[in-house]
């Protein structure tokens, strides 16, 4: 049942909330947390006798439980018509008192200090999805009609995510009209079960209302502790400051929690394998937010030097140099281009990171597994620009480098190109490349600059995905190059069914969202026998399939090469040095292509025992070069396939 909007703008359409509780029907939808978890603090702030006005109430239970334990003059206010009905027709006969009216909540009908409280559960959230000039004014018209129906003394309880733009349009807004401020934090510990479907935490603000008066002082206060200690603050920013904080730990608190069920911590095989590639008896993990402004490893070994002897074991020899492993090699000067949410990954950031060699790679993180990189580039001064007419001064332009490949695996992608029994012939007529999984577009992108004669599909399940490789890593569409924004699967068994075997490579590189199995990359079912024959049904007889193989458990993996070889008789690993990833190809045939000698016992080889592999290789690296005017001096393809075995 698909109840997602289209765009964020349906927010406040009456159309898509009519169709959305049309289809849901009766069955209640919680924005936040239900009344058990929020019942502590609501009953603070509205009083059983007084008259309330719950506005966008939806289908929520909150206001019925609110009825039953003794709330009796409970107004309820929705836009959209059919929930409204839905709400009535369910209440008539239990909560006969209780009313729900159809109306919007910009333009109420009410009298002038009609309510006591106001109480507003998601409803804000879900007007201002963004921070446009548009959202900001219809949000304005809701709070001036909320203090018109208020009495002074009067609270306004709003339940949010607190995202960092509403929060300053809340705090922008109440204390400049001289209105009391109190944040509450939804305690976590009355959240366990909502907590697994709502990682953010959940706030409540509260708002009561007051004459507005010259030079009064404004009143600002947190209590976000978990107990009733309330802290007075000077400021708005300080308010802000206080509950991103708590954001922040929360997002923390939620990554390791993930972590927890992934296979490599979860696991025993997991962990020993992590055990192992330490190399040591004693393992600490710290993980590094976003925010830390740390620019080289030294300054982070300087900070955490002292906590980790904190931790030894005793009679450890202080005079030890404890040693540091980094995951990663992007510390340096973080510079945040771009920050966005996809439907299917989460929220992802596209950063620019400069090194301690000056060097700048831009790229793309999703938060949800943020200290792994997806995607990245590097990026290059372009020709000179000038400046406005009349001045000296000139600006250089950043751009991404097309011949660069920052991927280890794809560059093995590319020499893998020589595997086709006929490769001088296809690039200097044409070769049909059909690729799944754009990722930042690195991969297809030097593709398409490196080789004329190639014309390539590119399946992307995430539009969003496909918007940032355009705006910010350089990818474009033209003749040679299409992106199909579909299911993968789906795609392929489609151009299975035209059976016309006219495509020369099928690449497969599509990471999975499945922490809790040992295999990354790809999802289990682009392993499947199923789909692997569409993609040989795809293939030229003479055809390849590559795949992106990254799976750290052994009985999987075997799995996963048995399920593999019943469709591709033949099949090459290369593995990744210092990576988990390993590159198959895969041959419709029996006979491998460039081979001179009975390799039937074979387990390794060398491309000289391949025959006119490396010739073959030679010839694709020759073509690319010539087809680039910038070209990587470290990408050597010619030796990118030592060491292939037979999977």
Same mark, same amino acid.
């Given at each position: 049942m698909d109840l997602l909007p289209r765009s964020h703008t349906e927010f406040s359409s009456v159309d898509y909330w009519d169709t959305f509780f049309r289809k849901r029907g009766e069955k209640a939808f919680e924005w936040y947390g239900e009344y058990p978890e929020l019942c502590g603090i609501l009953h603070k702030y509205i009083k059983p006798q007084e008259q309330a006005l719950v506005v966008g109430c939806g289908n929520s239970r909150l206001s019925e439980d609110l +009825? /039953?334990?003794? +709330?009796?003059?409970?107004?309820?206010?929705?836009?959209?018509?059919? %929930?409204?009905?839905?709400?009535?027709?369910?209440?008539?006969?239990? *909560?006969?008192?209780?009313?729900?009216?159809?109306?919007? %909540?910009m333009k109420m009908d009410f009298p002038d200090s009609s309510f006591s409280a106001v109480l507003d559960k998601g409803t804000l959230d879900a007007l201002m999805p963004d921070n446009q000039s548009e959202t900001q004014e219809q949000v304005t018209r809701m709070f001036d009609e909320v203090g018109r129906i208020l009495k002074v003394g009067g609270r306004y309880v709003i339940i949010t995510l607190s995202q960092e733009h509403i929060m300053k349009k809340l705090l922008q807004y109440f204390p400049q009209e001289g209105w009391i401020t109190r944040v509450h934090k939804v305690s976590d510990s009355d959240r366990e079960?909502?907590?697994?479907?709502? &990682?953010?935490?959940? $706030?409540? $603000?509260?708002?009561?209302?007051?004459?507005?008066? &010259?030079?009064?002082?404004?009143? @600002?206060?947190?209590?976000?502790?978990?107990? /009733?200690?309330?802290?007075?603050?000077?400021?708005?920013?300080d308010v802000m400051r206080a509950v991103k904080e708590r954001q922040h730990y929360a997002m923390l608190r939620q990554q390791?929690?993930?972590?927890?069920?992934?296979?490599?911590?979860?696991?025993?095989?997991?962990?020993?394998? @992590?055990?192992?590639?330490?190399?040591?008896? *004693?393992?600490? #993990? %710290?993980?590094?937010?976003?925010?830390?402004? +740390? !620019?080289?490893?030294?300054?982070?070994?300087?900070?955490?030097?002292?906590?980790i002897m904190e931790l030894a074991p005793p009679g450890f020899n202080r005079k030890i140099q404890v040693p540091f492993l980094s995951v990663g090699a992007d510390i340096g000067t973080r510079t945040v281009c771009y920050e966005g949410t996809s439907q299917f990954s989460g929220p992802y950031v596209v950063e620019d990171v400069e090194g301690e060699d000056g060097i700048i790679f831009r790229n793309l993180i999703f938060l949800s597994n943020r200290n792994a990189v997806q995607s990245q580039a590097r990026m290059v001064q372009e020709n000179k620009i000038p400046m406005k007419k009349g001045r000296r001064r000139t600006r250089k332009k950043i751009v991404v480098d097309c011949g660069y490949l920052a991927c280890q695996h794809h560059r093995v992608m590319v020499a893998g190109l020589g595997c086709l029994p006929n490769i001088k012939q296809l690039l200097d007529t044409r070769l049909d490349v059909v690729l799944v999984g754009l990722g930042g577009g690195g991969l297809p992108l030097f593709l398409h600059k490196h080789f004329s004669k190639i014309q390539m599909d590119v399946v992307e399940l995430d539009q969003s995905i496909?918007? %940032?490789?355009?705006?910010?890593?350089?990818?474009?569409?033209?003749?040679?190059?299409?992106?199909?924004?579909?299911?993968?699967?789906?795609?392929? !068994?489609?151009?299975?069914?035209?059976?016309?075997?006219?495509?020369?490579?099928?690449?497969?590189d599509v990471d999975s969202k499945d922490v809790t199995v040992g295999m990354s990359f790809p999802p289990q079912p682009f392993v499947d026998e199923?789909? @692997?024959?569409?993609?040989?049904?795809?293939?030229?007889? /003479?055809?390849?399939?590559?795949?992106? @193989?990254?799976?750290?458990?052994?009985?999987? *993996?075997?799995?996963?090469?048995?399920? #593999?070889?019943?469709? $591709?008789? *033949?099949?090459?690993?290369?593995?990744? !040095?210092?990576?988990?990833?390993?590159?198959?190809?895969?041959?419709?045939?029996?006979?491998?292509?460039h081979e001179s000698c009975d390799d039937g016992h074979m387990a390794e080889f060398s491309l000289e025992e391949l025959g006119n592999l490396k010739e073959s290789v030679g010839v694709v690296e020759k073509v690319a070069k010539g087809c680039s005017q910038r070209w990587d001096p470290t990408l050597e393809l010619t030796e990118q396939l030592d060491g292939l075995k037979l999977a």
């Open positions: +009825y /039953d334990v003794g +709330y009796r003059g409970l107004t309820n206010v929705d836009i959209s018509d059919v %929930v409204v009905r839905q709400m009535t027709e369910r209440n008539a006969e239990k *909560r006969a008192d209780m009313k729900f009216l159809q109306m919007d %909540v079960t909502s907590q697994k479907e709502m &990682p953010l935490p959940v $706030f409540i $603000f509260v708002f009561t209302k007051f004459k507005k008066m &010259p030079q009064m002082n404004k009143i @600002l206060e947190v209590c976000l502790g978990g107990t /009733d200690t309330t802290q007075r603050l000077s400021c708005e920013e390791l929690q993930n972590r927890e069920v992934e296979w490599l911590f979860a696991t025993d095989e997991g962990r020993g394998q @992590l055990a192992g590639t330490a190399g040591f008896r *004693r393992l600490v #993990v %710290v993980s590094l937010q976003r925010e830390h402004p +740390y !620019e080289t490893m030294a300054e982070i070994q300087k900070e955490l030097s002292g906590k496909l918007q %940032v490789a355009e705006g910010w890593f350089g990818f474009q569409q033209d003749e040679r190059m299409r992106v199909h924004v579909t299911d993968g699967l789906v795609y392929l !068994e489609e151009q299975a069914k035209q059976a016309s075997r006219s495509c020369h490579v099928v690449i497969l199923e789909c @692997l024959k569409n993609i040989k049904d795809i293939l030229n007889e /003479d055809g390849l399939f590559i795949l992106n @193989l990254s799976c750290r458990d052994m009985t999987l *993996r075997a799995s996963v090469v048995e399920t #593999v070889r019943s469709v $591709f008789p *033949r099949i090459l690993s290369k593995k990744i !040095e210092d990576e988990v990833n390993e590159i198959l190809f895969c041959f419709p045939r029996e006979k491998d292509v």
